[in-house]
């Protein structure tokens, strides 16, 4: 049973316009969420990370937004570039040194 | 600072031999983690350790053994390899407190 969904296996983008990439949990004891991008034959890095204490966190072009009630979050990318093309992976945690429970990856193509 | 190191990036292996997938990391991290990723599928933890001598399972843990003699390896063990541990296998670090993980390139495994 997946405690963490992402249900778009991929999305398409052009150069400029804005991308929001959607995740689902279903374990309301989840407080922590974060976000990974992977490029091929890499590891993830970490992109950004959104308590449950908060709706929303902004870092540059990235904006990840949280709705507890319906146990949603999303990624916001303005503007998006062809440097974002990348399988996006969200994950969450149940306490600040949990471990991390993966969604199956959204990826994402950014077309110029 | 090299961050998380995995030897070898690429290994072909028969059933029924044995491995070790190597980690390091230099960051003094306590948390070290052991993640498979299948085709299509988000990231599975297999193993992880909180400190130096403390190893627990994840969700997949068959097949599989660690060790955590120094902060800084946390090594895989494949005692016996079946076609279905043919993956990519990913180490992961976390500093205490934090709960950002830092990823190692990962380890691509062909069990024939």
């Known amino acids: 049973d997946q405690q963490v969904k992402q249900n778009s296996p991929s999305l398409s983008v052009q150069e400029g316009r804005i991308s929001i990439l959607n995740c689902d949990y279903t374990?309301?004891?989840?407080?922590?969420f974060l976000w990974y991008k992977k490029y091929p034959a890499e590891g993830p890095t970490f992109l950004i990370s959104?308590?449950?204490?908060?709706d929303k966190n902004e870092d540059g072009r990235f904006t990840v937004f949280l709705n507890k009630s319906a146990k949603h979050l999303s990624l916001h990318i303005v503007p998006s570039q062809p440097g974002d093309s990348a399988v996006y992976f969200c994950a969450a945690t149940r306490g600040s040194q949990g471990n991390l429970i993966f969604g199956k990856g959204t990826k994402l193509s950014v077309k110029p | 600072n090299a961050g998380v190191t995995q030897t070898p990036k690429f290994r072909i292996l028969k059933i029924g031999q044995s491995m070790t997938l190597q980690c390091t990391q230099d960051m003094n991290h306590n948390y070290m983690y052991w993640y498979r990723q299948d085709p299509g599928m988000g990231l599975k933890l297999i193993y992880y350790s909180v400190g130096a001598g403390i190893t627990d399972k994840g969700e997949v843990p068959n097949g599989y053994n660690v060790s955590r003699s120094t902060t800084e390896d946390f090594p895989l063990r494949l005692e016996l390899a079946a076609p279905s541990q043919t993956s990519v296998y990913f180490c992961?670090?976390?500093?205490?407190?934090?709960?950002?993980?830092?990823f190692g390139q990962g380890t691509r495994l062909t069990v024939v």
């Open positions: 959104i308590s449950s204490i908060k």
């Open positions: 374990n309301s004891m989840f407080d922590y």
């Open positions: 992961a670090s976390v500093r205490t407190g934090y709960t950002e993980a830092f």
